[in-house]
């Protein structure tokens, strides 16, 4: 079998990632003043103690699997893809040789360099003027710093170029044109399966925040809000725009956008986890997903995919429209992601690696 690796040049820089010591996590209190002559403000929230920080990584602990954004890179669809030729194919600007999956297998993407990395800020809610409640907001980061996308074919388009130059001797001086134009096509087939890949990195964040236990001298917190999480390779501007993402089912519709909103439906808002969109083991959902790119639709497309527990499929309705249907098997807490990648980066080898990913967190919940 025969490796062709090609590196996308447009790939995010890694960020650093930043685990603070619990020395040196950062304090956040509020003073509430209470208007009104001679009275006093109450005492300071005291600084929070290492038990904290220790009882905020244990109840951590036991979510790491169920906010792994690993997760959204899991599976890959069973279904291959035959591609023809498109008038773009017979335009070069380089003159350099145009190579195409004419039949794709399989798309897959693995992590190979992850990390993670917790922030913790502690503080006093707001809401309480006897200070008694405090809580810890964690900014939770997963990193990939080398992920590869592997692209699985049995045959390949190869489009030749040569220079084809005019002279216009109607102008004074004459000017010279040179066009790239089609010298030959071939469809190149192998014996057996090929692999190509890319390489890309992202990050993602999501916000978490968990409520101390109100007994005197206990040292438990319990998680009680949770965000989701966007991914855009290899940056907003180059990748899908995805606009929203609607879960239906019978005499409920629920659209989902990108920003925190006053509804509480936005990817990142803050959800108390027994409020999160809920549903049955076995019960049917319908998803739909609408971008707003690419602007030209002749040039480009979108392919869309579903991702949970471990699988992932394809959705593909149209251009910038992706719409199927899911169910969860398993009760307990579960992520709905949605993949976007802009067609060119899935038909062409040798393009940059693209695409945006939503992280939904749901509820799966017996009767």
């Known amino acids: 079998m025969r490796m062709l690796r090609f590196k996308s040049e447009g790939r995010l820089q890694r960020s650093e990632v930043r685990v603070l010591p619990f020395a040196f996590c950062?304090?956040?209190?509020?003073?509430?003043?209470?208007?009104?002559?001679?009275?006093?403000?109450?005492?300071?929230?005291?600084?929070?103690a290492a038990e904290d920080s220790a009882?905020?990584?244990?109840?951590l602990g036991r979510w790491r699997d169920v906010f792994n954004a690993n997760h959204a890179l899991e599976g890959k669809p069973a279904s291959g893809w035959t591609n023809m030729l498109t008038y773009q194919d017979s335009t070069s600007e380089t003159g350099d040789t145009l190579y195409k999956f004419a039949h794709l297998l399989?798309?897959?993407?693995?992590?190979?360099?992850?990390?993670?990395?917790?922030?913790?800020?502690?503080?006093?809610?707001?809401?309480?003027?006897?200070?008694?409640?405090?809580?810890?907001e964690v900014a939770y980061r997963d990193s990939m710093g080398s992920c590869v996308a592997h692209f699985e074919y049995d045959s390949l388009w190869v489009v030749g170029f040569r220079p084809d130059t005019t002279i216009d001797t109607m102008v004074t001086p004459p000017e010279t044109t040179i066009v790239q134009k089609v010298s030959y096509t071939e469809v190149r087939g192998f014996g057996t399966s090929q692999q190509a890949a890319k390489d890309f990195s992202w990050s993602a964040m999501r916000k978490l925040f968990l409520q101390r236990d109100t007994l005197p001298d206990t040292f438990y917190y319990e998680l009680t809000k949770a965000t989701g999480f966007a991914v855009y390779i290899p940056e907003a501007e180059e990748a899908p725009s995805i606009s929203r993402v609607i879960l239906s089912k019978p005499a409920r519709v629920d659209t989902f956008f990108y920003s925190p909103r006053k509804d509480g439906r936005g990817i990142y808002n803050l959800w108390p986890m027994d409020e999160l969109y809920t549903l049955e083991p076995g019960e049917e959902i319908g998803v739909a997903v609408t971008t707003t790119?690419?602007?030209?639709?002749?040039?480009?497309?979108?392919?869309?995919?579903?991702?949970?527990?471990?699988?992932?499929?394809?959705?593909?309705a149209n251009a910038r429209r992706g719409e199927g249907a899911i169910s969860f098997e398993n009760a307990g807490y579960h992520h709905i992601y949605v993949?976007?990648?802009?067609?060119?980066?899935?038909?062409?080898?040798?393009?940059?690696?693209?695409?945006?990913?939503?992280?939904?967190?749901?509820?799966?919940e017996s009767q």
């Open 26 to 48: 950062t304090l956040t209190f509020a003073l509430v003043l209470v208007a009104g002559c001679g009275t006093e403000s109450p005492p300071r929230w005291p600084w929070w």
């Open 55 to 59: 009882a905020v990584a244990e109840e």
């Open 106 to 136: 399989s798309v897959s993407v693995a992590p190979t360099d992850s990390g993670h990395a917790d922030e913790y800020q502690f503080g006093v809610t707001v809401d309480t003027v006897a200070m008694k409640d405090t809580f810890c």
């Open 293 to 316: 790119t690419p602007t030209d639709t002749t040039m480009d497309k979108n392919l869309f995919f579903v991702g949970i527990e471990g699988t992932k499929t394809e959705i593909t």
């Open 339 to 364: 993949e976007v990648l802009p067609l060119s980066n899935v038909l062409y080898p040798d393009a940059s690696y693209a695409g945006a990913i939503w992280a939904i967190p749901v509820r799966v």
